[in-house]
């Protein structure tokens, strides 16, 4: 394949600040601060710090979903972290997250941060006793869902999604290959979800509400722009299902729009501190898009 397209990896790689797209100016093959940057706080206990990826849109549908069940004490507050703007990398984000990923959260009360999404919901879930089954067998079902979504999202982002939607240009074999595991990842959860309401089972719970962001967003064409391209219309009946079932909760459609900056105005709310933030907002459709 080197031969093919020119290229031949050298002996030793070394960085070129210039060859990753539009993500150049943050790409970088180093961790660590690159700014002195305090976080806001706000009034609540969970501080969220966070932007409307999929990654951040599981966080606060969860939260939402908490609130809706009168957990009073899941009120949260979300700050913006622009990640086109290197937000991520202001030290006081990475001291709550070393990995410089969004979302990251702090618990006031515990003293406690957390990072990676799927660790953030298990968190939320065990705190508030909410959306893990207590019976064994159950919650380890919930958890293998969890994190196989953990495992397989990274290929549908950084592989499919990069090479097909953000690349500077395209590669047909890298297109081919993760075009080819995402809808591997796709016919995955249908055959699941013909046999289960929800993911591992008959009851909505924390794995639902982190696979939901990626894969329910991808049926709905709110992803990469590639529903076409993937044929989502006429194959996965069961995650159609599954999708817009889940798309048609209030606390889902909530969650969509807390830290989001881009897309209609009805559903941009960049920061939340408060429920009644959202009444700030214009009036929007809030339906399906099968």
Request: charged share 30%; net charge negative; no cysteine.
């Amino acid at each position: 394949m080197s031969e093919d397209n020119g290229y031949t990896p050298p002996k030793v790689w070394e960085w070129d600040k210039d060859t990753n797209g539009q993500w150049s100016s943050i790409n970088r093959p180093i961790a660590g601060p690159t700014h002195e940057k305090e976080l806001p706080r706000g009034k609540h206990p969970l501080q969220l710090y966070s932007l409307a990826t999929p990654n951040g849109q599981k966080v606060t549908i969860m939260l939402e979903e908490l609130l809706a069940e009168g957990v009073s004490d899941a009120e949260y507050d979300a700050w913006l972290i622009r990640i086109g703007d290197g937000d991520q990398f202001g030290s006081g984000f990475v001291d709550i997250n070393p990995n410089s990923k969004i979302p990251a959260l702090y618990d006031a009360d515990k003293d406690v941060r957390v990072f990676e999404s799927g660790a953030i919901l298990l968190y939320l879930a065990e705190k508030f006793g909410k959306f893990l089954p207590t019976d064994h067998a159950a919650r380890t079902e919930t958890l293998n869902w969890l994190f196989w979504l953990q495992g397989s999202a990274p290929y549908l982002g950084g592989g499919f999604g990069h090479f097909y939607h953000y690349a500077p240009f395209k590669i047909e074999y890298a297109i081919d290959r993760f075009a080819m595991e995402t809808k591997r990842q796709l016919d995955v959860l249908d055959r699941e979800l013909a046999e289960h309401r929800f993911l591992g089972g008959d009851e909505y719970t924390i794995a639902d509400m982190v696979t939901w962001p990626w894969y329910g967003n991808l049926l709905r064409g709110q992803q990469y722009n590639a529903g076409e391209f993937l044929n989502v219309e006429n194959e996965y009946k069961n995650v159609r299902r599954w999708a817009e079932e889940i798309w048609e909760r209030p606390a889902v459609q909530r969650g969509r729009k807390v830290n989001k900056v881009n897309g209609e105005d009805w559903e941009i709310l960049e920061e939340r501190h408060d429920a009644a933030d959202f009444d700030k907002l214009p009036a929007g459709p809030d339906k399906p898009k099968f």
